[in-house]
């Protein structure tokens, strides 16, 4: 490994040598980059590939290197929005028009600012293969619930009936177009172990319903778009060690009856695996007790990592449900994230929207997040969690603009466990609001955390100090903040550039506008350093000193 390190880095100009040292920026030293990879790994694409990362690190990105086969193919220095997928990455454009069908082995090298070029300093992402698919899909067959008949060869003139016929009848790389209509949907177990994607998706204009009457165990290498998941199991899906599965534009819906359940239930295989390289993108959930549950496991948990991981959530509206991800993961991107203020819940259990309970989460970036507690009255919520013997490293939250109202209500809350040690966690320009009846904002209980990052936040109308920590941690940055009170009680509040808030003065944070009014004293009041490139509507941040707050004036 570190031979194979110091080529990459002869070949971007660096060496490996405890004598290069560039001056610290802030007060973390030897802390990695927080990286993911906004492509997940084998999905076909053609044409134009925009093959992306998303980096965060408190001292800034120097770059990001990508590799093929360990040949230097470019470097992007400055994050932008990716024009695929509109999401600010550190990208490199490639046309793949003329390359053969295939899987081409990708890595990609993330090297901080601000501190000196050391083994430990560095992020080296796990190789994906960019899958290049130019060719059309092997076969192409038509499904018409209303029109079709199984005993037709599956044409767009004589197409068949069921999805179950459908699913039979065709292989990897396979497309199955589905006409408008109401589908029981069925997977072929023998087919999990295909090595490419089938393709199901909804015809342009079609409004495809598949009813669920049972849950379905996820195939490996499938693509959804355009489809709707209806259940009236309380569950929708079970991703038993599951991989290289891709929702994009499906919604997942539960019988409004129904209070328990989970739509996205993941689990490890009998091999242990977990699931991997999936994606949900431009995605829509509604009602269940969970969205999303994926954990390891239960035994040993503080020895376990997440075997979930390389999965992205991108631009996902979650309504009506209880918690949102109970998950434990690594190397995983959530971004543009959206659940409405208005939305009740199913229970009248505490609502959390990320719980990290067991198993060890790390290398995971949650950013661009609007989130309003829409609990039942007697209840409160909190939007991170971290508690039992869930450990939680790399991880950073940007842009995240959060609201609760209901008391005993926590925007994070790590609990003070003797195993709860967070690790290089950094909260980042979030937006973080309280009703009067709420408890306390950001809750950082642990007495063993270490390189803890809070700031250009902007934390207003707590009841309680906003910011809780019952023993110092070590190596803790806390700046550049915004409050509407009292500040902390932690000795460290004092911090030179943090700052007390008069007046919230944001647009219309009621109706998710988080952006601050002309006057504000949120306006130019953080620390670019710190900010990531983009706010939380992408839109580019000053030079110099930007707005506290996820969103920029």
């Not at 031979?3 to 002869?10: G, I, K, M």
């Not at 023998?190 to 490419?196: P, S, W």
């Amino acid at each position: 490994m570190k031979q194979f390190l110091n080529t990459l880095l002869f070949l971007t100009g660096f060496a490996l040598s405890p004598l290069l040292a560039i001056p610290m920026q802030g007060v973390q030293r030897g802390t990695k980059p927080i990286a993911v990879w906004g492509y997940t790994d084998q999905t076909p694409v053609r044409e134009i590939l925009h093959l992306g990362v998303a980096a965060y690190h408190e001292n800034g990105i120097a770059s990001v290197d990508f590799y093929y086969k360990g040949v230097f193919l470019g470097r992007s220095t400055k994050e932008a929005l990716n024009p695929e997928t509109n999401t600010p990455e550190y990208f490199l454009t490639i046309p793949i028009q003329s390359l053969p069908d295939g899987d081409y082995p990708i890595q990609a090298l993330v090297i901080p600012k601000g501190q000196g070029i050391r083994l430990q300093d560095l992020r080296i992402l796990p190789e994906i293969r960019v899958r290049v698919w130019n060719a059309p899909p092997r076969n192409t067959y038509f499904v018409d619930p209303t029109l079709g008949n199984d005993k037709n060869p599956g044409t767009v003139l004589k197409p068949w009936r069921s999805w179950k016929h459908a699913e039979l009848n065709s292989k990897g790389g396979d497309a199955i177009i589905l006409a408008s209509g109401v589908y029981e949907p069925f997977f072929d177990r023998n087919q999990n172990n295909r090595r490419e994607h089938k393709l199901w998706l909804a015809a342009q204009g079609a409004k495809v319903w598949a009813n669920m009457k049972r849950y379905e165990t996820l195939q490996n290498y499938s693509i959804f778009q355009g489809i709707q998941f209806f259940t009236r199991t309380g569950y929708a899906f079970r991703a038993v060690g599951t991989n290289h599965v891709v929702f994009r534009n499906c919604s997942f819906l539960v019988d409004p009856k129904l209070e328990t359940g989970v739509l996205i239930y993941g689990m490890l295989d009998s091999q242990g695996k977990g699931m991997t390289d999936c994606e949900w993108t431009d995605c829509f959930f509604l009602g269940a007790r969970k969205a999303f549950s994926f954990t390891s496991t239960r035994k040993e948990p503080n020895q376990i990592i997440s075997k979930h991981a390389r999965n992205i959530f991108r631009n996902l509206r979650i309504e009506q449900v209880n918690d949102g991800f109970m998950i434990d993961a690594r190397d995983s991107l959530w971004t543009g994230i959206t659940s409405s203020k208005n939305a009740k819940r199913l229970t009248k259990d505490h609502c959390d929207f990320f719980q990290f309970i067991w198993g060890k989460s790390q290398n995971l970036i949650i950013r661009d997040l609007k989130l309003f507690d829409s609990g039942r009255k007697e209840v409160g919520m909190t939007f991170v969690i971290l508690t039992g013997d869930g450990q939680l490293s790399d991880t950073a939250f940007l842009n995240c603009a959060v609201q609760v109202e209901k008391r005993n209500s926590h925007i994070f809350y790590f609990a003070p466990n003797a195993g709860i040690r967070p690790d290089h966690v950094c909260i980042v320009n979030c937006t973080l609001l309280a009703k009067s009846s709420a408890s306390s904002g950001v809750v950082l209980l642990s007495g063993s955390g270490t390189n803890l990052v809070l700031a250009n936040n902007l934390l207003y109308n707590f009841t309680a100090y906003p910011v809780q920590m019952v023993k110092q941690t070590k190596a803790f940055l806390f700046d550049y903040n915004g409050f509407e009170n009292t500040w902390a009680n932690t000795s460290l509040w004092g911090r030179p550039h943090n700052r007390l808030i008069r007046s919230l003065m944001l647009t219309n944070p009621g109706a998710g506008d988080f952006r601050p009014l002309k006057g504000s004293q949120a306006i130019n009041a953080g620390a670019a350093v710190f900010a990531p490139p983009f706010d939380l509507n992408r839109k580019p941040r000053k030079d110099g000193f930007p707005d506290l707050g996820a969103g920029e004036f």
